[in-house]
């Protein structure tokens, strides 16, 4: 399958290797891939400059949004949650048009500091904005509930836990589901909440996350809901 991660940051990085590790062709996107192979200071949360990670995945290609969407079959949207519709309107309508797009990304607002509240919020969610501004896009909101390296290895957290998704098109839930399941996921570890507007709550999980993570001082962790 060809899948395309919006986003080089560590969410991005982190879900591009994951694929091209399972032998995938993934592309990773960017606003200015020139820019982004010249950085040679390290990025948010000490991450090496783009250049560094690249060399490890030579595998995985850097292209601007517009080419990456165009590339793929699968969209993986792993940029801020302030930066998320601009990245999606350069990727395009019509790149986008009829693909699958798992949206991973949080809608944070670090305007008043730390630690940051959400917008949207309670009637309206970030997953709900991309799906009505893309109506042609099949949105499935997931994995935006716990850290990325647990996204892609679920096994870092002992025991059973959980993945949620939303979107109004089961078919592409379905999609997002065999690749989450792909990552190692057991299939009883999805739970599916519905339509697109369940993305309220699974965003508002975030702030919770936030607390939990300066509480037990680490990010390897999850929900784990019992059901049957």
Known sequence: MRIAVLGTGVVGRTL????DGLGHEVAIGTRDPAATNARTEP????????????????????????????????????????????????????ALAGKVLIDVSNPLDFSRGMPPTLDPVNTDSLGEQIQRAFPAVRVVKALN????????????????????????????????????GSFGWPAGSLIDLGDISAARGTEMLMPLWLRLMGAVGHADFNFHVPHS
């Open 145 to 180: 509930t716990m850290n990325c390296r647990v996204m892609v290895e679920p096994g870092r957290v002992p025991g059973e836990h959980n993945v949620f998704l939303c979107g109004n098109d089961e078919t592409a839930k379905q999609a997002a589901a065999d690749l989450i």
């Open 16 to 19: 591009a290797a994951k694929p």
């Open 43 to 94: 990025g948010g949360f000490g991450t090496p400059p783009f250049p560094q990670w690249q060399a490890g995945h030579p595998q995985v290609r850097l292209m601007s949004f517009a080419e990456a969407a165009g590339f793929a079959g699968l969209v993986m949207n792993a940029t801020s949650g302030s930066a998320a519709m601009a990245a999606l309107v350069a990727a395009g309508e019509a």
